[in-house]
C-alpha cells in the first residue's frame, strides 16, 4: 500500500535522523508462507514509513518456522527434535524495534503469536551488559487485522507480555483493522468499487502512522541515552525474584 498523502508528507517532513536503527517485523498470522496474509499489508504500511526513514527493516512469516513448544531458547536441548526459534532470535537482538502482528481469532491473537511470546519469555533469565533483562533498552509495539471485535484486547495482551520481559512501550504502540462484524472484506481486500479495504479508514491511517513514529522516537531516545540507567533494575543486585534455573517448565 502506498501511504496516504499526509502520511508521506510527514515522512518527508521529519527531521529526526533514525538511520542507525534497525526493526524487525513478526508476522503471526495462520496462513501458509505462500499465501497472501491480510495482516501483512497492515505491516506494509509499517514498513514502509520505517524505510522513509532509513530504517533497516527485516521481516519474518513465523508460519514459515517451527517453533517448539517451550520456554527455553532452544527447546532440542530439552527433548524437542527441532526448534527454529534460535534462526530467529538473533534479530531480535539485533533489533531497536520489535513489532508483532497478529490476526483476531476468537477474539485473542493468534496461536502464532503466543508462541512468539512465549519464546520471547524463553530468556527472561538472560541479561545485557549492565546486568538488566536481555531486552531492556528494545522497543515493542504490536499490529492487529481481523473481522472482528478485539484490537484493543489483543494489542493489550501482547503489549503487557513485552513490557514485561524488558521492552519499552511507549505512547499509542498498537494500531489496526477490523471490519464489518462477521463474513466480510478483510483488511486489503478488492472491493466491486475497486477500492481496497481499509485504505481508506482514517482511524487506522493515524493510529499507524502514531505507532511507527512513537516506535521510532522511543527507539532513537533509548540508543542516544545508551538505554535505561543501571540502577535499581540490575539483577544480581536485587536477586531473580525466581528458583534456580528459571525459567523452568516443571516449575508450572
Known amino acids: 500500500m502506498a501511504l496516504s498523502t499526509r502520511q508521506q508528507e510527514i515522512c518527508d517532513t521529519c527531521e529526526t535522523d533514525f538511520s542507525d536503527l534497525k526493526a524487525v517485523i513478526f508476522n503471526a498470522t495462520l ?13 506494509d504500511v509499517v514498513e514502509e514509513i520505517f524505510t522513509s526513514q532509513s530504517v533497516a527493516v527485516k521481516r ?13 531458547p532452544d527447546m532440542t536441548e530439552h527433548g524437542w527434535p527441532h526448534d527454529d526459534w534460535p534462526k ?9 524495534i520489535v513489532i508483532l502482528g497478529t490476526p ?10 503466543q508462541s512468539f511470546i512465549e519464546k520471547l519469555y524463553a530468556h527472561s533469565g ?14 515493542g509495539g504490536c499490529v492487529v487485522t481481523g473481522n472482528e471485535d478485539g484490537i484493543k484486547h489483543v494489542g493489550s495482551g501482547v503489549l503487557y507480555a ?9 505512547p499509542q504502540a498498537d494500531c489496526g483493522w477490523i471490519g464489518e462484524a462477521g463474513p466480510g472484506p478483510s483488511y486489503g481486500d478488492e472491493q466491486d468499487d475497486g477500492s481496497r479495504a481499509g485504505f481508506d479508514n482514517e482511524f487506522t491511517q ?21 538505554g535505561y540507567p543501571a540502577c535499581g533494575n540490575v539483577k544480581d543486585d536485587l536477586g531473580d525474584g525466581n528458583k534456580p534455573g528459571w ?6
Not at 538472560?126 to 522497543?139: C, L, R, S
Open 206 to 226: 493515524r493510529n499507524t502512522t502514531f505507532m511507527a513514529f512513537n516506535l521510532l522516537h522511543a527507539a532513537r531516545m533509548l540508543k542516544d541515552n545508551g
Open 104 to 113: 483476531i481469532w476468537l477474539g485473542e491473537k493468534s496461536s502464532i503469536a
Open 60 to 72: 519474518h512469516r513465523l508460519s514459515a518456522y517451527r517453533l517448539a513448544p517451550g520456554v527455553y
Open 247 to 252: 525459567p523452568n517448565p516443571e516449575h508450572r
Open 162 to 170: 513485552l513490557q514485561h520481559v524488558g521492552f519499552t512501550i511507549p
Open 88 to 96: 530467529l532470535s538473533p534479530d531480535v537482538f539485533d533489533a531497536d
Open 31 to 43: 496462513k501458509p508462507p505462500e499465501q497472501d496474509s491480510h495482516t501483512d499489508t497492515l505491516l
Open 126 to 139: 538472560e541479561t545485557n551488559e549492565q546486568g538488566q533483562y536481555a531486552f531492556y533498552g528494545k522497543v
